[in-house]
């Protein structure tokens, strides 16, 4: 594959690693800091379907830009958010991390590379937990020598069940 | 005093003026006889032509406890089958939707044609003497209506003192329209999908909700930012709606009217809120495309809807703000799904439709800003009403202050009472009578 003149320099290790610490960061709610990994034409996507192969004009959990993903955060930190008082509290464990061939789409804004790994996210709330298992892909582009997402995509093995209320990103 | 009995008198009993017995929502005998009786005998959404839309296509789901098919026959013609093979009762399909020229057992290989006629059983020299295959035909709805692509079915026969399917639909027929006609092509499809949810709380509350304009300004204050804005909400719409600040905000509300227009049906009308001046480049070609279909006036009364949102009771609500059909699921006396199909405008600019369906993603997916608080008010509800402390729950706002609405035989009020919520609570106490 060829590597573009913007990613020399950051191979599987970096990726690996950034993709560990977006994860983190959900963890630790710290959703601000998270937004900022986005680039400005950035986005985040969950899709409804099973292999969907594009967000608009068809249902997805969440497709948020970065607009709509500041208003998530903002209701996140809203004092009247019935569904997060109290609080859930999450894990992540990502693995099996590879550098993907670039796949573009025409509603894709361009990115430097792809990485694909399994992700779950435990998540407790009250007594209850739950679990979330899935694929997700980052298309990650290099701004100013740092990684920055240009999209998220999150897989979830049951995205087309009937889900409880999800606050939280995965 | 309500006990356990189930009676028609203990459950008149269980519904008082202004008030209704926890039991309602709590007790697994009082579910059971809903499904056996409310939904076993009421018109009932089933799902919209445009799901199927050619020969041999299907969705599958539940009439209550009954799982069917809705299916497009050979002919042309639209189906509901029971999904239970006539041989030894296995499901005959598995899967939400699909295509199938022929409905094949997979247990022993008995085969239906798409109307349900049982065309073919292997082995046939194994039949009893006497045995015909036309006496083993799927069982079918029965009775079946449609309006403008929506089907609708009833597992009881007529008679009975229950509603044709004229009588049943006739008082939402407008509220469809509202919904139907702001297509340029006159027709609408459920074909982008669907937004699946559940609660843990009883089917009645989201049936109760989805007329509730009392509960939006404080269930929904989280969607609202520092500058008292909702997100943006649709096309060509300048800003978001202001759902909780504000004077207009206020007097806004108290103006929506809900409707009560018998059989439990119920909706609540648009307000200045709602509309506004839209203005952005598809809406505009979208508001060409309208004009060129029904000339400009038509077009003019069109977007300016009266509805903002309806329930068919039991199953079914249609809301015209941010357009999709809701369909209410009962699983159990205290678990409901829920399916959100984001309604697609034929005829309009595709803009205009992706625009609505991102928009659902944001009101009313499991991971909505809107439908997320509902869920979890909806299992506080149920968790509150598993205590002994009181056994009555409280629909009295509004009582008796209601007038005459606009067509004959309707009542209104402002929808922030509980006008319609008694309004279904009567025609489920009609339902749950014995035969």
Redesign the interface.
Request: no cysteine; proline share 2%.
């Given at each position: 594959m060829d590597v573009p003149a913007a990613t020399r320099g950051i191979g599987r290790e970096a990726c690996e690693r950034f993709v560990i610490d977006e994860a983190r960061l959900l963890d630790d709610r710290r959703l601000r800091d998270w937004l900022a990994l986005f680039t400005d034409d950035g986005a985040y996507w969950v899709p409804a379907e099973p292999n969907q192969p594009t967000p608009h004009g068809r249902v997805s959990l969440f497709y948020d830009d970065r607009e709509l993903m500041g208003n998530r955060i903002e209701r996140l930190e809203h004092p009247l958010i019935h569904v997060q008082t109290p609080p859930s509290r999450t894990v992540h464990l990502v693995g099996s991390i590879t550098l993907e061939p670039m796949r573009t789409e025409p509603w894709l804004p361009a990115a430097d590379l792809l990485v694909q790994s399994s992700v779950m996210m435990a998540e407790c709330r009250l007594d209850a937990q739950r679990l979330f298992a899935a694929r997700q892909w980052h298309w990650l582009r290099v701004v100013d020598g740092r990684l920055r997402i240009v999209l998220k995509r999150v897989d979830l093995v049951d995205c087309d069940a009937a889900f409880e209320a999800i606050a939280l990103p995965i | 005093m309500p006990d356990g009995s189930t009676d028609t008198r203990s459950l008149a009993a269980l519904v008082q003026p202004g008030r209704v017995h926890r039991r309602v929502y709590t007790d697994p005998e009082i579910f059971e006889l809903e499904m056996a009786r409310l939904f076993g005998r009421s018109w009932l959404y089933v799902g919209h032509a445009s799901q199927v839309p050619s020969p041999g296509d299907f969705i599958t789901t539940e009439l209550g406890r009954q799982p069917v098919i809705l299916i497009r026959h050979q002919d042309g013609t639209i189906r509901v089958l029971l999904n239970r093979c006539t041989h030894r009762g296995v499901k005959l399909l598995a899967e939400r939707s699909g295509n199938r020229p022929r409905l094949v057992c997979l247990y022993h290989g008995w085969t239906y044609d798409t109307d349900g006629a049982l065309a073919r059983v292997p082995i046939d020299e194994g039949c009893a003497p006497g045995f015909r295959t036309c006496d083993f035909n799927l069982a079918t709805a029965a009775r079946t209506g449609t309006y403008r692509g929506f089907v609708f079915a009833s597992l009881a026969p007529e008679g009975g003192g229950l509603p044709t399917f004229d009588e049943w639909i006739a008082p939402m027929r407008r509220n469809i329209d509202d919904i139907v006609d702001r297509a340029p092509a006159g027709e609408i499809a459920l074909d982008?999908?669907?937004?699946?949810?559940?609660?843990?709380g009883n089917w009645k509350m989201q049936v109760e909700n989805v007329i509730d304009s009392y509960h939006v300004p404080?269930?929904h204050?989280?969607?609202v930012?520092?500058k008292g804005v909702q997100?943006s909400r649709r096309e060509g719409d300048a800003e978001g709606a202001k759902v909780v600040d504000g004077q207009r905000t206020a007097a806004s509300w108290k103006r929506r009217r809900g409707h009560d227009v018998g059989h439990g049906h119920g909706w609540t009308s648009n307000t200045e809120l709602d509309e506004g001046s839209r203005s952005s480049p598809a809406w505009n070609e979208y508001r060409q495309a309208l004009d060129a279909a029904v000339g400009r006036e038509r077009a003019e009364q069109i977007l300016t809807p009266r509805m903002h949102n309806s329930m068919l009771y039991p199953n079914a609500s249609f809301m015209g703000l941010n357009m999709h059909i809701r369909v209410i699921r009962p699983l159990a006396v205290d678990l409901t799904?829920?399916?959100v199909y984001?309604i697609r405008l034929v005829g309009a600019p595709?803009a205009i439709?992706?625009r609505n369906?991102?928009l659902?993603?944001?009101t009313h997916?499991?991971?909505s800003?809107v439908?997320?608080?509902d869920?979890?008010?909806f299992?506080r509800q149920q968790a509150g009403l598993a205590s002994r402390q009181g056994d009555w729950v409280d629909i009295s706002r509004g009582l008796d202050a209601d007038e005459p609405g606009d067509e004959p035989g309707t009542r209104c009020a402002p929808s922030t009472g509980e006008l319609l919520v008694r309004a279904q609570f009567r025609a489920w106490l009609d339902l749950m009578r014995e035969a």
């Open positions: - | 982008v999908g669907v937004h699946r949810y559940r609660f843990r404080f269930s204050a989280s969607t930012n520092r997100f799904e829920v399916n984001p595709e439709n992706v369906t991102r659902l993603n944001v997916a499991a991971a800003f439908q997320s608080d869920i979890e008010a299992a």
